[in-house]
């Protein structure tokens, strides 16, 4: 008979490993010039999952990897924080390989792959099936060949300076938009309680003085 090999056994495959990074990418990219600097600074787990919520489907419509990503915010959170994620700043020369060289040319999607959303479709795509660690070295071994989102492609290409394309037709083309965040559930006390009515408040008064200002303009 023959022997098995001595180590931890794959939970998950790669068919189903690479699946839930691609549903990853192609969720996340859309929305991440909206997160691009709000998920990096979450502090908890339920601030993650606030993110999340705000740019998720419904409950009743959610999609299982969406639902995975939330389930496991705790996860994402430690490797947001780990030195993993974001070792150096993207550099200009990294997105615009991943942006302009040809499809074929696998020096695109190693480009790609260093992307902060790529990052973390490879790191969350196998949990909580296994560690995050485990799906980040399995997934950086293959590369995803995904196209960037449209609008995170012009997101860079502001950025870094980099062109469009002169064939670029952006007719019909559109762009998610996050819902509104949800409070953070907390332990009931009387500071917090009025610093939220004086928010309210806050935000009323910023809302009606934003809409005076629309009056006048019109």
Not at 180 to 200: K, N
């Amino acid at each position: 008979m023959e022997k098995k090999k001595p180590g931890p056994k794959k939970k998950i495959d790669d068919e189903d490993l690479f699946r839930y990074r691609q549903e990853l990418i192609i969720w996340l990219e859309p929305v991440w010039p909206w997160m691009e600097d709000r998920l990096p600074a979450a502090t908890t787990p339920a601030e993650i999952r606030a993110l999340l919520e705000a740019v998720a489907e419904v409950p009743d419509f959610r999609p299982d990897y969406q639902e995975r990503l939330l389930q496991n915010a705790s996860d994402l959170l430690e490797f947001l924080w780990d030195e993993r994620f974001g070792k150096t700043p993207l550099q200009g020369a990294t997105v615009s390989d991943a942006l302009t060289l040809p499809w074929e040319d696998a020096g695109r999607w190693r480009a790609c792959n260093q992307l902060p959303t790529r990052q973390i479709a490879n790191a969350m795509a196998g949990v909580p099936e296994i560690a995050w660690r485990t799906s980040l070295d399995r997934c950086s071994a293959q590369p995803a060949a995904v196209f960037m989102a449209l609008n995170l492609d012009m997101h860079y290409r502001d950025r870094f300076r980099i062109s469009a394309p002169a064939d670029r037709d952006l007719t019909g083309a559109s762009v998610p938009v996050p819902k509104s965040l949800q409070p953070i559930s907390a332990q009931p006390s009387v500071q917090p309680a009025a610093a939220s009515d004086a928010a309210i408040r806050t935000t009323a008064a910023a809302s009606e003085s934003s809409a005076t200002g629309h009056a006048r303009a019109r």
